[in-house]
T-cell receptor, first 112, second 114 residues
Framework: QQQVKQSPQSLIVQKGGIPIINCAYE??????FPWYQQFPGKGPALLIA?????SEKKEGRFTISFNKSAKQFSLHIMDSQPGDSATYFC???????????FGQGTRLTINP | NAGVTQTPKFRVLKTGQSMTLLCAQD?????MYWYRQDPGMGLRLIHY???????AKGEVPDGYNVSRLKKQNFLLGLESAAPSQTSVYFC?????????????FGPGTRLTVT
């Protein structure tokens, strides 16, 4: 019940396309859902986050869509660029928890 | 502000050798974490600490020990390295209680055990 399942494991998209990464969870106590971005050779860094009372959040070209009833959330990257090539992790946490639960990660490649 | 730093960046060990990885943060964060990252396995939590002098087990604690003697430092020890511990190790920290979801990661340590 503590798991967050992420798909796909890897994704290749042409420049300008819209990659979509999906995550699903079981624990309805989760109340915060961050996404982390990791470039090769670097540590992950927080990209964008959403609470379940909001169905969508945009920051620049990155959008999180949230479906509370389905217990699913997804990351969309508009007008994707080769510089967006990275590994993306979804995560979840509930208030008072001491640690994040991470998805397995998606390795995204944007071809020029 | 250096953020989260890790020492060393790379290390090669022989099976059975021991070593300590050092993590330091200058953000006065309460919480600190050690993860390992392996291809296709994502980030797996080894141990974590919610304050100076405290430690707790994560999902893959076997073969590792940790200590948090000072708030800014979190040490990860391997007493007898095994090839299965070949991995990239990341340290992270976060501010309690409001922003536990925002973890700040170090640059990683690439460890190879032969």
């Amino acid at each position: 019940q503590q798991q967050v399942k992420q798909s796909p494991q890897s994704l290749i998209v042409q420049k300008g396309g819209i990659p979509i990464i999906n995550c699903a969870y079981e624990n309805t106590a989760f109340d915060y859902f961050p996404w982390y971005q990791q470039f090769p050779g670097k540590g992950p860094a927080l990209l964008i986050a959403i609470r379940p009372d909001v169905s969508e959040k945009k920051e620049g070209r990155f959008t999180i869509s949230f479906n509370k009833s389905a217990k699913q959330f997804s990351l969309h990257i508009m007008d994707s660029q080769p510089g967006d090539s990275a590994t993306y992790f979804c995560a979840a946490i509930y208030q008072g928890a001491q640690k994040l639960v991470f998805g397995q990660g998606t390795r995204l490649t944007i071809n020029p | 502000n250096a953020g989260v730093t890790q020492t060393p960046k790379f290390r090669v060990l022989k099976t059975g050798q021991s070593m300590t990885l050092l993590c330091a943060q200058d953000m006065n964060h309460e919480y600190m974490y050690w993860y390992r990252q392996d291809p296709g396995m994502g980030l797996r939590l080894i141990h974590y600490s919610v304050g100076e002098g405290t430690t707790a087990k994560g999902e893959v604690p076997d073969g590792y020990n940790v200590s948090r003697l000072k708030k800014q430092n979190f040490l990860l020890g391997l007493e007898s390295a095994a090839p299965s511990q070949t991995s990239v190790y990341f340290c992270a920290s976060s501010y309690w209680p409001k922003s536990t979801y925002e973890q700040y990661f170090g640059p990683g340590t690439r460890l190879t055990v032969t």
